[in-house]
């Protein structure tokens, strides 16, 4: 049974920083690419950060690139993003999802990801 579990998240300040990880379980292989969402309140769940995880490579949406950086720990299952420069506009709910198969053309699209965590709250006061 395939499984993913984030952790850390919290509160912070506007110019804060913050790091989430997420640990995934039950594959047989390695899940083609992984990737961090997340769903402001009232709003749709949009994407954040992905990375390959044979290629290591990495794809940002524009509204956090050059703040949040993604990476991944092959021997411990886990993929990371460190959150830096922090905005209020961040506070969202923050999912991991996993695509299993082929690397996906539009990395940010949530219907190609087959598994999610539970997700982790971030606040970003001012």
């Known amino acids: 049974q395939v499984q993913l579990v984030e952790s850390g998240g919290g509160s912070v300040q506007a110019g804060g920083s913050l790091n989430v990880s997420c640990v995934f379980s039950g594959y047989t292989t390695a899940p083609a690419a992984m990737a961090w969402f997340r769903q402001p309140p009232g709003q749709e769940r949009e994407g954040v950060a992905s990375?390959?995880?044979?290629?290591?490579?990495?794809a940002y949406a524009d509204s956090v690139k050059g703040r949040f950086t993604i990476s991944k720990d092959n021997a411990k299952n886990t993929v990371h993003l460190r959150m830096d420069s922090h905005k209020p506009e961040d506070t969202a709910l923050y999912y991991c999802?996993?695509?299993?198969?082929?690397?996906?053309?539009?990395?940010?699209?949530?219907?190609?990801?087959?598994?999610w965590g539970d997700g982790t709250q971030v606040t970003v006061s001012v």
């Open positions: 999802a996993a695509k299993d198969g082929t690397v996906p053309n539009n990395p940010h699209r949530p219907s190609l990801y087959t598994a």
């Open positions: 990375i390959t995880w044979r290629y290591n490579t990495a």
